[in-house]
């Protein structure tokens, strides 16, 4: 690939700036206002020619890298489909392959060329090979400053650059430097180097997106673990706790560096020269940026913390006796940013400068320290050639941090976006739009819960469903058919998985929200802070929205942007350290004229209505495993019982080991202590101590596939266990589940009808039992049994049934088909051994909103060779109905005593008739198993709502409401 073919070279590149046509390409690369600028600094460039001679010095990945052929160059960083292809692995070290630089990053760093030659500078680039050690790269540049015609030559070096110029000092050639400006150089390494060797830094995970055959830690481990110049940027054991970058045994398992590249690397920042009187340095500070690093416990912790430009630490750039001045750019915007450039000529001009100050501003340190992630391996890859130029500048931005051209021509200017802010309920916000924030499998919650109230219950039907999209950057917008509010729309910003949220995830949902209402059309919206109930500092949300605001408008025309959006909160207290933190960050936006910011409501404002009683929320426990490894991260219903993500090795073999003693036949004191075991066995130290906080709060397992073999119910710590306290259900995070399909006229009808299938291969006497010991336990009630017995239960009778719309619910007793390899096509066995599919259901316009799933045995013996089996298959089933459509899955572990299913039959259906949610129905029925003295009461599995109602009261609904539902 040639590297016009990602964007020209630089004599092409600045030929099609001075032409006089259109230029669609260069706007698709650039993004329409970056072009103008360029083009009008190209312009002012051409009329001058000459003065002081300056070399522009690219940061690590900066550089373009290839091999060179007659009259042509094969790219290979950065090329989109050679890194498809599987290519970056030729990027490795020791290579016998000659890749040399080619040239520089030019959206990155030729604005900052060209405004050094309308400043009067003759400014040039000097790319080098990043991959290498700076000393080897020192030695390339002291090279080329000797065959320089000027006698005295200026640097500007941004980020690893700067180790490159010292490097080159008492080399020859490196008498010519008359100044060197360092931007933003980590002089003292830099954390997230560590996290780029080890697969976790979100440089190398981009990465791994774009690469069809690699995952982020095969890229660490084959590449970026071999190059010796990313080594280098290690921080010094000084700087951490309890850990040596540079000692190859101080590293936890998974990629590291070689012990010889290591030592090499910590030679090679150790004989690097001290800067001298020529240096200065412009360092960022203000953005959250990782400043710290210790181990606990065979595992990595950072801290993260505002002292730095979002990649290197100020104390890591900062030297003794070296100039400095702070910046509030982030790292990769340095280069870019017009403040820092104005800095950088009166530097090289006359040694000082009045543009930035030269002392740093007191840090916050609100730092807070966070265990390693987990890299995604089963994240969904990126195909460049169907990223639209805007989301191309996207991804290049998030991985390089490029500098943000914000600035619009003069023709498209525009009145600012009023930024008001407001006191009380978003419910009386008078926008056109209310805006609020969903996390994927949690329930509504927080402002969410008054705006449903509103519309009779609407959004938690369609959570339940599954309906609503609340992945990261999803936008769901629902129209409020109501008097009641004055909005005409609820929009849902998807906030993703909890585990996984942060300030990056706010920001690209505000983009992603503001760019889809200006686009149809909506000009008025109010937003509540995201995630602040959920323990997220209300600075950090709003500071994050209002970056998010920034990024579409930038985007958006003048005609398309809108006029006025408002900040809601019925907290003073949050209200006012959101509106700090935006205007702290207009103070150093490019971007601020494009905001105007309202003031804090004063006084006389409408004092906030008192909030509507609603139901205790739920707490949720967030599990993902992967490599022999589980992550938790919890997410309590008020924000100190929450705890982010930490991570905890596994030892299978003791897991299954401890599993297999479910097979004895425990009593209820030995299913405590299995429980405990459990818990110290899977869960992290931090979630087991943070769970004691949600005590009261029913808790939602929402765990993915590998997870999901583990039987949370059991779980106790410390003599209490969620299952038997206030309850616990699941929610299974996996893709592409089906929307839930139940009929809304069905819980509106007080009636229960429910479909009894029995023993369909007639080899169960067992499940017959059951099927009369339900019928007996309904008989005295007002519910309505239909049942199917033997070879009346054939699949296509039963799929006549499920499609009539009739029943509530249904209970299965009989044989399960359970396909390892494909759970949707897993189900239950029909009359003559067909098997009715999860695949089959996805197909139906509607089902039961609850199957309750008891795949009986031939006996009901407790072997443990079987309990693990028996634990896949359940889960397995599961996972195929809730993809078939189904709301609500209830099924056991292993084989439940007679007994035990008798109580639990009678108590769980006679709940549900009387209107009780499925969770507290569960919960009746697990406490009265237990008073038998029975084990079982921890055999049940629940997937689905756990306030879900069967039998919904008609009384909390208005007439007009209840006039609309389907007849």
Not at 212 to 217: E, S, V
Request: contains cysteine; charged residues 25%.
């Amino acid at each position: 690939m040639t590297t016009g073919t990602l964007w020209p070279d630089g004599a092409d590149l600045e030929r099609r700036l001075l032409g006089r046509r259109p230029d669609p390409g260069l706007d698709e690369l650039f993004g329409a206002a970056q072009h103008a600028e360029l083009r009008e600094l190209a312009r002012s460039a051409r009329r001058l020619r000459g003065g002081p001679r300056v070399l522009i010095l690219p940061g690590i990945m900066g550089s373009t890298l290839g091999v060179r052929r007659a009259g042509d160059a094969d790219v290979k960083w950065f090329d989109p489909v050679e890194i498809a292809l599987g290519g970056l692995t030729g990027l490795a070290l020791p290579s016998s392959r000659r890749i040399e630089p080619l040239g520089v990053m030019l959206f990155v760093y030729l604005r900052l060329r060209l405004s050094l030659r309308v400043a009067g500078f003759d400014a040039d680039f000097h790319p080098y090979d990043w991959r290498r050690s700076v000393r080897d790269a020192g030695r390339g540049l002291a090279a080329r400053l000797a065959a320089e015609r000027a006698t005295k030559v200026s640097l500007v070096a941004h980020s690893m650059g700067g180790l490159v110029a010292r490097a080159a000092l008492g080399l020859d050639g490196s008498e010519r430097i008359e100044r060197v400006v360092q931007l933003g150089t980590p002089n003292g390494g830099a954390f997230g180097a560590v996290k780029a060797l080890r697969g976790t830094y979100p440089l190398v995970r981009r990465l791994a997106l774009l690469d069809l055959k690699h995952d982020a830690r095969d890229l660490a481990r084959r590449v970026f673990c071999t190059l010796p110049g990313l080594a280098e940027l290690l921080p010094a054991a000084e700087a951490c706790e309890d850990f040596d970058p540079f000692k190859a045994g101080d590293w936890p398992k998974g990629p590291r560096p070689a012990a010889a590249v290591l030592a090499a690397a910590r030679e090679a920042r150790n004989g690097l020269p001290a800067p001298d009187g020529r240096f200065a340095l412009i360092a960022g500070q203000g953005r959250e940026t990782l400043v710290g690093l210790r181990a606990r416990d065979g595992r990595l912790e950072f801290r993260l913390g505002d002292e730095g430009d979002g990649t290197v630490p100020l104390a890591l750039s900062r030297m003794p006796g070296l100039a400095t001045w702070i910046s509030s750019q982030a790292h990769g915007a340095l280069p870019g940013d017009a403040q820092v450039t104005r800095a950088v000529v009166d530097l090289l001009n006359h040694g000082d400068t009045d543009e930035l100050p030269a002392a740093s501003p007191a840090a916050a340190r609100r730092g807070r320290w966070l265990a390693e992630e987990e890299p995604d391996a089963g994240a969904a890859k990126l195909f460049w050639d169907d990223l639209a130029g805007a989301e191309r500048r996207d991804f290049l931005k998030e991985f390089l941090a490029l500098p943000a051209m914000e600035r619009a021509p003069a023709a498209e200017a525009a009145p600012p976006v009023e930024l008001r802010f407001a006191l009380g309920s978003i419910t009386d916000a008078g926008s056109e739009a209310i805006v609020l924030g969903l996390f994927s499998n949690v329930e509504p919650a927080g402002a969410a819960v008054a705006v449903d109230q509103l519309l009779d219950g609407a959004i938690s039907d369609l959570a339940r469903r599954r309906a609503i999209a609340a992945a990261a950057g999803e936008v769901f917008i629902l129209p409020a058919a109501t008097r009641r509010m004055r909005a005409r729309y609820v929009v849902f910003a998807g906030l993703g998985r909890f585990d996984r949220y942060g300030s990056a995830v706010q920001r690209l949902a505000a983009a992603n929200v503001t760019r889809t209402l200006a686009l149809a059309g909506i000009r008025d919206f109010s937003v509540v802070l995201w995630g602040t109930a959920s323990g997220v500092p209300p600075a950090h949300a709003g500071q994050s929205q209002l970056a998010g605001l920034l990024d579409a408008l930038a985007e958006l025309g003048p005609a398309r942007r809108p006029r006025r959006v408002t900040v809601v909160s019925r907290s003073p207290r949050r209200l006012a350290a959101a509106h700090a933190a935006m205007a702290m960050l207009l103070a150093s936006s490019p971007r601020a004229a494009l905001i105007e910011l309202g003031a804090l409501p004063g006084g006389e404002s409408r004092r906030p209505k008192a909030a509507v009683p609603v139901p205790a929320p739920s707490s949720y426990l967030f599990v993902q495993e992967s490599g022999a490894e589980l992550r938790a991260a919890l997410l309590g219903a008020t924000p100190k019982a929450t705890a982010l993500a930490a991570t905890r090795k596994l030892d299978l073999r003791a897991l299954e080991r401890h599993l297999d003693t479910l097979g004895d036949g425990p009593d209820v004191e030995e299913i405590e202590e299995f429980g405990e075991r459990l818990a110290s066995l899977l869960l992290p130290e931090a979630t087991r101590e943070a769970l004691g906080a949600v005590r009261d709060a029913p808790l939602v397992v929402v765990h993915d596939h590998a997870a999901s073999r583990w039987p949370w119910e059991t779980l106790c710590l410390d003599g209490w266990s969620p299952a038997c306290a206030a309850g616990l259900s699941r929610r299974y995070a996996a893709e592409d589940m089906s929307v839930a399909k139940w009929r809304e006229e069905r819980r509106l009808s007080p009636r229960l009808e429910l479909l009894l299938v029995i023993n369909p291969t007639e080899d169960l006497p067992g499940a017959e039992e059951e099927g009369r010991r339900i019928a007996r336990a309904l008989e005295e009630t007002d519910a309505v049994v239909t049942p199917l017995r033997g070879t009346e239960a054939t699949r296509a009778r039963l799929l006549e049934e499920m499609r009539s719309g009739r029943y509530d619910a249904i209970h299965y007793a009989g044989h399960a088909f359970f396909d390892p390899a494909s759970p949707s096509s897993s189900g239950i066995l029909c009359a003559g051994g067909r098997v009715l599919s999860g695949a089959d259901l996805a197909a139906l316009e509607s089902l039961p909103a609850l199957v309750c799933f008891n795949a009986c045995e031939s006996g009901r013996l407790r072997q443990a060779a079987q309990v693990q089996r028996a634990i896949g298959r359940s889960t397995g089933f599961a996972e195929a109905f809730l993809r078939g459509g189904v709301a609500n899955f209830i099924g056991t572990w292993w084989p439940v005593s007679d007994a035990a299913a008798a109580r639990f039959a009678g108590v769980f259906y006679e709940r549900l008739m009387g209107g009780e949610t499925i969770g507290a129905a569960l919960q009746a029925a697990r406490g009265a198993i237990r008073r038998l003295g029975s084990a079982d009461w921890a055999n049940y599995l629940h997937y689905g709502g756990f306030d879900f109602v069967l039998k919904r009261d008609l009384s909390r609904f208005s007439p007009r409401s209840l006039r609309a539902l389907p007849a």
